[in-house]
């Protein structure tokens, strides 16, 4: 068990670029979940799979967002045409069930000029 | 909907002092509840979880906290903080199985400084 592994840890892009981060969750766990991080707040729910299927999305994914797990191991999440308001860290997380703990990796800061 | 609020944005403590970090959570139905501790530029750490059952949960490092359903609480206490603890603590509500999003909900967090 190698944790939740995230790639990359910092990205900076500019304005309108696409970008893309991946999450390898842990190799047993079946949910996944991306959540956005903004300086002093805490993490806000973004997207959860289970396996393959994107079962839930925030109000907060927009239009420019799309993330995927296409075979039910990692996943990526891409933002096209970011926006300076989508600096944040991006973390992952996965969990066995609902109800367990869920383990967080360390994140993608993501900063755009 | 569910919602947490962590009233204290930020706590000092002395080391070998006590802490409580309070948590208080709005969710029509039973909830899980969780801390997470975060270091600066890292992911989350959980250091404890309540499901069901006994209402004082312990945790890792010496935390453990309390499920209060009549007060909506669910707060953190450590006996003696230890320098290593300075961190930013964050509260988070789930929902049970059997209804509602899947999604943790977290509070806003609060910054612990210990004083030497």
């Known amino acids: 068990d190698t944790g939740v592994s995230q790639n990359p840890r910092h990205k900076i892009t500019k304005r309108g670029q696409n970008v893309t981060f991946r999450c390898d969750p842990i190799s047993e766990h079946n949910r996944l979940y991306w959540y956005r991080q903004t300086l002093g707040q805490g993490p806000e729910f973004l997207t959860y799979?289970?396996?393959?299927?994107?079962?839930?999305k925030s109000r907060l994914l927009s239009d420019r967002f799309s993330a995927e797990r296409p075979k039910g191991s990692f996943s990526t999440l891409e933002i096209q045409r970011t926006e300076q308001g989508d600096s944040a860290m991006y973390l992952c997380?996965?969990?066995?069930?609902?109800?367990?703990?869920?383990?967080f990796g360390s994140g993608t800061r993501l900063t755009v000029v | 909907a569910q919602s947490v609020t962590q009233p204290d944005i930020h706590i000092t403590v002395s080391e070998g002092a006590s802490l409580e970090l309070r948590c208080n959570y709005s969710y029509g139905a039973t909830p899980y509840l969780f801390w997470y501790v975060q270091s600066p530029g890292q992911g989350l750490q959980l250091l404890l979880k309540y499901f069901s059952g006994d209402t004082l949960v312990q945790g890792i490092k010496g935390f453990e906290a309390e499920f209060k359903r009549s007060q909506s609480s669910f707060n953190l206490r450590k006996p003696s903080v230890h320098w290593s603890d300075a961190a930013e603590y964050f509260c988070a509500v789930g929902a049970h199985s059997g209804g509602g999003a899947d999604g943790l909900t977290f509070g806003k967090g609060t910054h612990l400084i210990i004083q030497p």
């Open positions: 799979f289970q396996n393959e299927a994107q079962l839930e």
């Open positions: 997380a996965s969990s066995l069930d609902r109800g367990g703990g869920y383990t």
